[in-house]
């Protein structure tokens, strides 16, 4: 019911309109061309008419002379689609009017458009006429307006829906230019009524109906029989006069889009559309019947008459458009539909699972685990974490009493213990395992999982020391469950081993599944945590580069700005680093890289953002740091790396480093590109006053821009 109330209320605010209307032009080409109304034909203004008679616009005694040719012709109407609002040349004007006399079945062109006056006070809406010149509109079978209010009718400018009826200002009654020829020619089978819509029933792309050429029958060069008891529509169809509209088909010109109107009010052929009530009714008998299933037939058989009765009020409404020239909408009924049969779902799997509930107890412990695991994501550059989280949740799972975890150390090619959980001891040497050797190593090797219930007699079993060599049978292990992280298909990169089980019970098939489960996901998280530190973390220091530092000190800045918060950057630089590299060469050169890089990072805070700024330069963002507390960093970091040595197959070699402060308080900066700068500028004047100094920026503000 809340669903229909929904649907009902959008409705009627029209929130669906724009989906109907991509509806109604996807049937209009799906239908494709149907037959034009023989009676009617085009004279068109074309670019060859221009060519041919002249400048546009031309002489009143052109069309004058048309028209006589038409009223000779015997045509049965003539409509003009030209507005002739100002009077001309007198005698030019004078053979247009009585040329229309004598016809006395012309009908001309008026726009009436919207405007704003002020009145009384007070901004009013009303219509503004654009009507041709009294001596000639007097003398004119029928003046009919040719505009649209496409602000009202067609928001989204593809020509739809007309009004064929208009009430004005001084509450007369204006008829559509279509209707008034159809009025003349004594052929209409409408009586338009005042601000109702009436759709168009394009008969197809441009060019669809008859039309000659204007200047060949200005020149004499058709036969006038061709004219005799037809409609003729005079107008433009020259892309460089400019009247043109977008419809469902493409872009018209505005003659021919009143030859489809003349068309549809002739033989009675626009589109029908059904009223808002009634759409919301057939709506609501609709979502009536695509519940129903549910309480009769189940989840699955309701799924599948759902999808059939969307399907089929799809058909129905491309079949009443072709067939009968019916817009049915079918918007408001699908989403109608569509949140009633979730929600009805929803219900029905609920009530189905307290039926299974007790099925399920033994499920939740799976997907605590999983949840569990999954949290890690936010964890991506603590893999230590993740590996110790992952274990403990597997032994939980399976209610174990230990485990441990292993993963490939690509440089020796053997599976090494990363973390150990259920004992009190673990051995904190490095234990490495070939592939292929014990339970785990044959795991790895053929990523297939391998479950041991009688350890004793399984010779596969085997324990490693911390000298890496196979070990005697380990007692206390009564059985062993090993599983494979698998990456992709059949990609191992290490495995998880989980060991006896507390009630004493043996390991099955679903705890394999369990387990398989787990290390599918913990393998993710492993490999998206390596991806990760490849992608923040510079290889040879160790800290971040360049380009997630910037993205975190944007953050910081942004923090520190909003409650405004003291924060201060570092840059740093190794004295005379080239001249060391050409000296001790690039192999020390790189060592004592990271010796320094090791130096900030274990002087600085954990809250602390050091990076690898670019070669020799290192970067350090303290958060809620102001300039002294920056600075006595800045001087520890400096004194710790003056007097350390950094071991090189050259010897201890010593460097000394110049360092640069700045702080948002004390500069008043407006970005952190600008703190930056103001950094980097006091590293500047360290350097120039000597190196191995801390600077604190000071003065006027660098000339610097988001650009440099």
């Known amino acids: 019911m809340a669903v229909l109330i929904a649907v009902s209320y959008y409705f009627k605010l029209g929130a669906f309109e724009g989906l109907e209307a991509k509806v109604i032009d996807a049937n209009f080409k799906r239908r494709g061309i149907i037959e034009p109304d023989k009676k009617i034909i085009i004279a068109g203004f074309t670019d060859a008419c221009i060519n041919a008679i002249g400048k546009w616009p031309w002489k009143r005694e052109v069309h004058a002379e048309a028209i006589k040719k038409f009223t000779a012709a015997g045509a049965s109407a003539i409509g003009i689609d030209v507005l002739f609002e100002d009077q001309s040349v007198k005698s030019d004007d004078d053979m247009l009017i009585n040329a229309i006399a004598d016809n006395k079945k012309t009908v001309l062109a008026a726009v009436i458009s919207p405007k704003t006056i002020f009145e009384n006070g007070k901004l009013i809406n009303a219509k503004h006429l654009n009507l041709p010149f009294k001596s000639l509109s007097d003398k004119a079978a029928g003046v009919g307006f040719i505009s649209v209010n496409y602000d009202a009718l067609n928001p989204d400018g593809i020509l739809r829906c007309v009004n064929l009826c208009e009430q004005t200002d001084i509450s007369k009654t204006f008829y559509s230019f279509s209707y008034e020829i159809a009025k003349i020619a004594g052929k209409s089978s409408i009586l338009p009524v005042s601000d109702e819509r009436y759709y168009i029933n394009y008969h197809g792309p441009a060019k669809i109906y008859d039309y000659v050429t204007f200047s060949k029958l200005y020149s004499g060069e058709l036969p006038l029989s061709y004219f005799k008891d037809k409609i003729v529509l005079i107008g433009p169809l020259a892309t460089a006069l400019g009247d043109l509209h977008h419809t469902p088909y493409g872009t018209i010109p505005g003659t021919e889009i009143q030859a489809n109107i003349l068309d549809c009010i002739i033989n009675g052929s626009f589109l029908k559309r059904f009223s808002s009530n009634s759409i919301l009714l057939i709506t609501f008998l609709i979502v009536l019947i695509s519940l129903a299933p549910f309480a009769f037939f189940g989840l699955v058989y309701a799924t599948f008459i759902n999808l059939a009765i969307a399907v089929c009020l799809i058909a129905l409404n491309m079949a009443m458009f072709s067939k009968f020239n019916i817009i049915l909408d079918i918007i408001p009924a699908l989403a109608a539909i569509i949140p009633s ?60 009493e230990r485990g441990s975890l292993m993963l490939i150390d690509e440089d ?66 009564r059985n062993i469950i090993c599983v494979p992280l698998l990456i992709g298909e059949n990609k191992s990169i290490g495995v998880i081993n989980i060991v ?55 953050e910081e800045f942004s923090r520190a700005q909003r409650y405004n918060k003291n924060i ?33 990072r274990d002087t600085i805070r954990n809250i602390d953002i050091a990076a690898r700024y670019g070669g020799e330069e290192f970067a350090v963002v303290l958060p809620e740091t102001d300039s002294e507390g920056a600075y006595k960093l800045a001087e520890r970091i400096r004194k710790n790396v003056e007097e350390s040595a950094c071991h090189t197959p050259k010897g201890d070699l010593k460097v000394t480093i110049s360092l640069g402060v700045a702080c948002n308080s004390s500069c008043g900066v407006p970005t952190h590109l600008t703190l930056i700068a103001c950094a980097d500028n006091a590293l500047y004047q360290s350097k120039e006053n000597g190196r191995n100094k801390v600077t604190v920026f000071t003065g006027k503000l660098p000339e610097f821009s988001d650009e440099d």
């Open 341 to 400: 049969y979730f929600i009805s779902a929803l219900f029905y799997s609920y009530a189905k699972l307290l039926f299974t509930n007790a099925i399920l107890k033994k499920r939740v412990r799976e997907l605590n685990a999983l949840y569990s695991i999954s949290k890690n994501i936010s964890e991506l550059i603590n893999l230590d974490k993740i590996l110790t989280d992952v274990l403990n949740e597997a032994i939980s799972a399976l209610g174990a």
């Open 568 to 600: 201060s950057t570092l840059m740093t630089d190794i004295d005379h680093f080239k001249k060391f590299n050409d000296t001790y060469g690039h192999q020390c050169g790189d060592m004592v890289l990271t010796h320094v890089a090791k130096i900030v």
């Open 500 to 554: 006896n089980k507390r009630d004493n019970s043996k390991f099955n098939a679903e705890d394999v599944k369990l387990t398989e489960t787990i290390s599918g996901h913990a393998a993710t998280l492993i490999e998206n945590s390596r991806l990760y530190k490849l992608a923040t973390v510079d290889g040879m220091t160790g800290l971040y580069v360049h380009r997630y530092f910037q993205v975190r000190f944007k």
């Open 412 to 477: 020796e090619q053997k599976l090494e213990v990363k973390v150990v959980a259920g004992i009190d001891k673990p051995n904190e040497r490095k234990i490495l395992i070939p592939i292929g050797e014990g339970i785990a190593g044959i795991v790895f090797e053929q990523s297939i999982p391998i479950i041991s219930n009688s350890i004793e007699t399984d010779e596969r079993f085997k324990t490693f020391s911390a000298q890496n060599e196979p070990d005697i049978k380990c007692s206390r292990v």
